[in-house]
């Protein structure tokens, strides 16, 4: 027997083989499984609970996170940060592609109207380690607008707690009418 996993994607169900590991899949890199490994702990660090199921190996959990039902997002500590991670759910959202997301510097990723208030959630987050409770409208590469609810960010950071960027999560989001 095969087993299958569809993910959702927009704007179809696409399903694959889990049996065997996808090599070109993002999460099969060992930066992207090291980088994994940041998020999730720092996550733990800031937030006392675990992200997602933090059992097997650190592929198993990169592809468990890439694989996650909700938005996994993060960029680096650059002077103007550049996404250096987006989970498939994150990839379908913003409708582009591993490739095209990671090269989209962070701040794009708002309108320049919702921008400033976007630095000012960055900048708390950077303060106390994170911010939870974060609503705010995104855009997708197509120009389609959705409304991010109760998200979370936190600081990610390496063993010696220095930052090494931000990551966000949610798993409520709303389309624009007419989006």
């Not at 999730?40 to 592809?63: F, K, V």
């Not at 987050?125 to 409304?147: C, E, H, K, M, P």
Request: proline share 4%.
């Amino acid at each position: 027997m095969v087993l299958t996993r569809c993910l959702y994607r927009l704007p179809f169900t696409a399903c694959r083989d889990t049996t065997t590991p996808v090599k070109d899949a993002p999460w099969n890199d060992p930066r992207i499984v090291e980088w994994s490994q940041l998020l999730l702990d720092s996550y733990r660090h800031w937030l006392g609970n675990e992200l997602i199921e933090r059992t097997g190996d650190a592929m198993e959990q990169a592809r468990r996170l890439f694989e996650v039902s909700f938005v996994v997002v993060s960029h680096g500590a650059e002077p103007d940060p550049v996404l250096n991670y987006g989970n498939q759910v994150a990839l379908d959202l913003w409708e582009v592609s591993w490739e095209q997301f990671t090269a989209t510097p962070s701040r794009l990723t708002a309108e320049a109207d919702n921008r400033a208030e976007r630095e000012r959630m960055l900048a708390q987050a950077r303060v106390q380690g994170f911010y939870d409770g974060y609503n705010g409208v995104r855009i997708s590469s197509t120009g389609r607008r959705f409304l991010v609810e109760k998200a979370v960010i936190w600081t990610v950071v390496d063993v010696a707690e220095r930052p090494l960027g931000q990551a966000a999560t949610f798993s409520a989001w709303k389309h624009a009418v007419g989006s």
